[in-house]
């Protein structure tokens, strides 16, 4: 419902507080069960000290309901009801000037100050708000396996459609024998598997990059894990029954908006080769830590590609294409790749496998750490391979290796520890190192590259021992 703040002002000499029984009619009027009989909702009230002036903040279908609710208000003082929206709704619409942004007939969306608002309560660090973007911070990567789901980070380019799973399909065509038309409940009565995957989005890391390149400034909490279930891509396809001349899988999600360089919207897809396709252990997912896929991340379906970069997991899935070419679109051939200088030329680098990594989460940036001591935790993976190990560096110190938690993992994050001692006061520069099963090591510096994408770089912790 519509926000509005109300200001009534009185003259002290006519505050109705001072007299008792007045005072209390109006507290009853104020109750939340009054309040409600008139269609109103309460969100905040607040009284100025010694100022005879009351603030209140309601929600309501119209102004002339809050009229009508604030008569007893009007019969003491002056009275003024403004029409109003929250940080997050302005923020979310570009501005405190600016108007609602038009509904999409065609794709009902979630409200976007609603899905803001939302990811600053659930403690997210939001980088933008329309469409939403937001991290986690990375000493709340600290827990378990996986990242509870309202705490996962968010990465969306356009609006978040709003998708009725009883009328939603999944149309599967293009190059197959059987072309299909999917209900959720058909997808969800096909054998399920549930995988342990990490999902990092391509920017994870752009904000260190020097000089700055564009798109949203991703510290390092643009990653997290958590456990999908769906279906198995190929178990979908062996029933469409893909044809020989088949090349390549396009992927389609209902979120679509505007580009730069391109005057009509376009959609959110991408593609994997027939190959990629049948080696990557692809899912597709409508569960996620065992509860449905939330709406935030592709509710009622979404595409999970084990060890990608998650651009490749598309989500609000409604569409798979087999085609007898390359894919060519805005997401798979404009953006999400990276340029290298070979021999005088320029070469692209599609965004591909997850680069090998690891975070420091604890102790946290500029803490301040007892002499004695010192525990180091961290967190490590790679699309490549497992983690082969870590190795702790602090100040100009020797590599020690840290100790990796649990079994090593082929799709999901590596937890590691260093137990070590520190004697020293003053500052302390804390590295960590990752390595993997194929051979691939963090480097020390990124590579610098025009959208920043793939920063896999070491990332420094300084600390203060006492």
Known sequence: MPLFIVRHQHAPETCPAADPDHGADLLNHLS?????????????????????TVYLIVEAAGQDQVLDFMAPFALAGSLDVYPASTCAGVVSRGGCGASDAPED????ALDPEEACQQAIEDGLVVHRAHPLNGEISIPDLIGGIVMPNARFYIRNHFQIPKLDRETWRLRVHGLVDNPLSLSWRDIANLPAQSRLVTLECAGNGRSTMEPKTSGEQWNLGAVSTAEWTGVPLLEVL?????QPSAQHIVFRGADSGLVDGHSSPVLFERSLSIDEARFSETLLAYAMNGEA???????PLRVIVPSWYAVASVKWLTEIEVIDR???????????YIDHQVDGRVEREPVRLQRVRSLITEPAPHSSVERGELVVR?????????????????????WLEARLLGDRKRHSWQWWELLTRVEV???CVIRARAADLDGRVQPESPEWNHFGYCNNALRPVHVVVR
């Open 425 to 427: 006061p003053g500052n």
């Open 32 to 52: 939340r069960p009054n309040v409600r009989k008139h269609g109103v909702t309460m969100r905040a009230e607040a009284v100025v000290r010694g100022e005879h």
């Open 238 to 242: 062996q029933r469409a029954g893909v």
């Open 105 to 108: 007939d065609a794709m009902p």
């Open 326 to 336: 390359p894919f060519e679109a805005f997401y798979q051939t404009e953006r999400y």
């Open 293 to 299: 896929l939330p709406l935030q991340h592709g509710f």
């Open 378 to 398: 961290g967190v490590a993976w790679s699309g490549a391979a497992p983690i082969a190990g870590v190795k702790v560096k602090l100040n100009e110190g020797p």
